[in-house]
């Protein structure tokens, strides 16, 4: 395992459209390896190909116990919303609130090709769609929530 250059924020790759992963293979394991590495290195939850500068449709996310590598994901489902801070590891000091889904369900495959499926709530959604926007070139703060946030009693 490597650890390798988290792509920053200004580079062009991440404003790409990632292209479908077709080859399940070492490479794709040590490429999957690699970015498990990285993320964890750089204590984030999540890491996307082009955040790697690979435009292929692979992502990891990690949160507490939870991991999956999510290859070509496709978001089936989601339910509720949540409003919350996000940051990136691609985007040094910058963080804002973003709306998500509270409940994903996610279809992808797995290194060894196998189609899966997970259900997942709160942090772990949001990292999951975090993570498969970067597969069609989109970045968090795009998404920038400018609504009145209502505080819990």
Known sequence: MAIRDIVKDGDPILRKTCRPVEVFDEKLAKLL???????RKAEGVGLAGPQVG?????AVVEVGDFYVEL??????????????YEGCLSVEGKSCNVARPNYVKVRYFNRNGVQMQAECEE??????CHETDHLDGILFYDKEYKGKIKKKR
């Open 33 to 39: 390896d690699d970015m498990r590495e990285t993320m």
């Open 123 to 128: 942090l772990t959604a949001r990292a999951i």
């Open 54 to 58: 690979i435009l292929r449709r692979v």
């Open 71 to 84: 290859i070509n994901p496709v978001i089936v489902e989601t339910d509720g919303e949540q409003i919350g």
